[in-house]
Nanobody, 126 residues
Framework: QVQLVESGGGLVQAGDSLRLSCAASGRTFSSSTMGWFRQAPGKEREIVATISKSGARTYLGYSVKGRFTISRDNAENTVYLQMNSLKPEDTAVYYC???????????????????WGQGTQVTVSS
């Protein structure tokens, strides 16, 4: 069992930065592929970024590439999403998720992620 708790969301203006954190409980964090997803009102939940268990491989969605960075600290059981140059279209609930069965790789498939956090709201005003 893995429990994930996101933090760091809030209300910011366009162009500002935020760093989201996801703290994981359990011994399986260091062996889990981790992902950040987001869901805006009336839209499907979409992948934002994912990182392999070692941190060697990462993926960033097209709309956030060049602005967001994903990283992890396995000693602290935490994964981060650094978000720079935020835009109003980044407004969404951001979810952290863990995939335990992806061997030191990345996946953008939602169904590969077995565990999800409760989400944190990010609102970007224009």
């Amino acid at each position: 069992q893995v429990q994930l708790v996101e933090s760091g969301g809030g209300l910011v203006q366009a162009g500002d930065s935020l760093r989201l954190s996801c703290a994981a409980s359990g011994r399986t964090f260091s062996s889990s592929t981790m992902g950040w997803f987001r869901q805006a009102p009336g839209k499907e939940r979409e992948i934002v970024a994912t990182i392999s268990k070692s941190g060697a491989r990462t993926y960033l969605g097209y709309s956030v590439k060049g602005r967001f960075t994903i990283s992890r600290d396995n000693a602290e059981n935490t994964v981060y999403l650094q978000m720079n140059s935020l835009k109003p279209e980044d407004t969404a609930v951001y979810y952290c998720a863990a995939a335990l069965k992806v061997f030191d790789s990345i996946t953008i498939i939602k169904s590969d992620y077995e565990y999800w956090g409760q989400g944190t709201q990010v609102t970007v005003s224009s």
